[in-house]
């Protein structure tokens, strides 16, 4: 069907004096359209309920991983009566965990004898059974010294245990060792130090700065489209009831345009402001509170690029909205912007070394990767203005060029139309 133009009789007089901006009542038009957006929203049940379900889903993963950095882990290691050397090393294990403040106790089970130590572990009273060399060699009929140590479970053993015990257990024996030969262990491990440093300067661990992007990049997916289909379906719902028409009467199109990007810009970062809040208090709860100078900068980073790049995004789906003309129709027009937030979405969390270097100066993936380069010290210090600046040039164009589409396409009537009709429309 072809698109035709409706316009009530009244608005084709009233209309260009208030494109124009002749009026004085209409110079904040767009602030008054900004304030209805930011209240509507605000006002919308499923918005505040989505809203509150995502809080209390990331309060609910970082009190997790606080409780998760924060308790202690217990095992209990049974050892035969009258193995010494067991109970030592289960007793250093423990000494050597709480020096190195790893959060773990281990207890010595002190049992009668090998078949009451397998009860122990079939009843699960104890996590390992701890048998020194001597007392494997007793066992197995092999001469003292000659049969190494073993760490039964009735299942596998816990695999932090049995390093922090495997480490213990090689210190007992290299000392004892070294007692026989006539010298001590700090003679044998002269000069066997290493200590590791980083070079590029950044402290902040490759796994954390993977889980940062993923976080940002979930941040933005939320913040765009969640936002952005409210603003196309505002815009269908005053374009089907012809509220559009009315307004075109009073307000000029650029203005209300104008108000429905700022008003859904407002809400679409300070949803976001309040996500990296909860995020951020959480984070201090947890064993990361040492990184969190480092991951608020590239948080603020993160806030100025979403902030000026979702001016893009939102006059993208203004224009999607008004190239409907009726809301089944914005399945349609909204699936391309929607296609592509995925996919940054996607990409941007995903990419290192090159690929992310230059997404981070690539528009809209910007929000994501450069904030990401600067928590892990890749960017020099003039990078992420210079990126800000490509993205302000973007979103300049692109608010123009959607502005004509929208006044192209809101007021046309009949079906639904292409971003080529809604530009040749007002030309």
């Known amino acids: ?13 009233a209309a260009p004096e208030a494109s124009n901006g002749v009026g004085h009542g209409n110079r904040g038009a767009w602030l008054i ?14 918005f505040l309920m989505g809203l509150v379900i995502s809080l209390v889903m990331i309060a609910g993963l970082t009190g997790f991983f606080a409780w998760q ?47 009451a130590a397998r009860a ?3 009843e699960e009273d104890a996590d390992a059974w701890l048998q020194s060399g001597e007392a494997a060699g007793e066992a197995s009929g092999v001469e003292s010294g000659e049969e190494g140590w073993t760490l039964s479970g009735w299942r596998e053993p816990d695999s932090g245990l049995s390093q922090l015990l495997t480490s213990t257990v090689e210190t007992q024996t290299i000392a004892a060792n070294a007692a026989e030969a006539g010298t001590t262990m700090d003679a044998l491990s002269a000069g066997a130090t290493l200590d590791t440093q980083r070079l590029d300067g950044n402290a902040i661990d490759p796994q954390v700065v993977f889980i940062a992007g993923f976080v940002l990049a979930f941040l933005f997916y939320l913040g765009t489209i969640g936002s952005g289909t409210m603003i196309a379906g505002s815009v269908i719902e005053e374009k089907q009831s012809r509220l559009a028409e009315i307004i075109a009467t009073a307000v000029p199109l650029r ?10 810009s407002v809400i679409a970062l300070a949803q976001n402001l309040l996500f990296a809040a909860v995020g951020l208090i959480g984070l201090s709860f947890t064993d990361l509170s040492t990184i969190l100078p480092s991951v608020s900068a590239s948080l603020i980073w993160f806030v100025v690029f979403f902030t000026v790049g979702f001016l893009a995004v939102a006059a993208l789906y203004a224009v999607a909205g008004a190239l409907a003309s009726r809301t089944e129709d914005l399945q349609h027009t909204t699936g391309p912007v929607m296609f592509l937030l995925i996919g940054i979405y996607i990409v941007t ?23 990401v380069r600067v928590l892990a010290g890749e960017a020099l210090w003039w990078e992420p203005a210079v990126s800000l600046v490509i993205m302000a040039a973007f979103t300049a164009a692109s608010v123009l060029v959607c502005e004509r589409a929208y006044r192209g396409a809101l007021l046309q009537t009949g079906g639904r139309l292409t971003w080529r009709k809604a530009l040749a429309a007002e030309g």
């Open 120 to 122: 122990v572990l079939e």
């Open 255 to 264: 203005h209300v345009l104008a108000g429905k990007i700022l008003g859904s």
């Open 1 to 13: 069907m072809t698109a035709t133009t409706n316009r009530p009789q009244t608005g084709a007089t």
């Open 349 to 371: 969390f995903s990419a290192e070394g090159v690929l992310e270097v230059v997404l981070s100066y690539v528009p809209l993936t910007s929000i994501v990767s450069m904030p």
């Open 33 to 46: 359209v900004m304030n209805r957006e930011i209240v509507v929203r605000a006002l919308n049940k499923s």
């Open 69 to 115: 950095s924060s308790k202690t882990d217990t095992f209990t290691v049974a050892v035969t009566a009258g193995d010494t050397a067991a109970l030592a090393a289960v007793e250093g294990a423990d000494d050597a965990a709480a020096e190195a403040d790893q959060k773990v106790v281990v207890e010595a089970l002190e049992v009668a004898d090998d078949d």
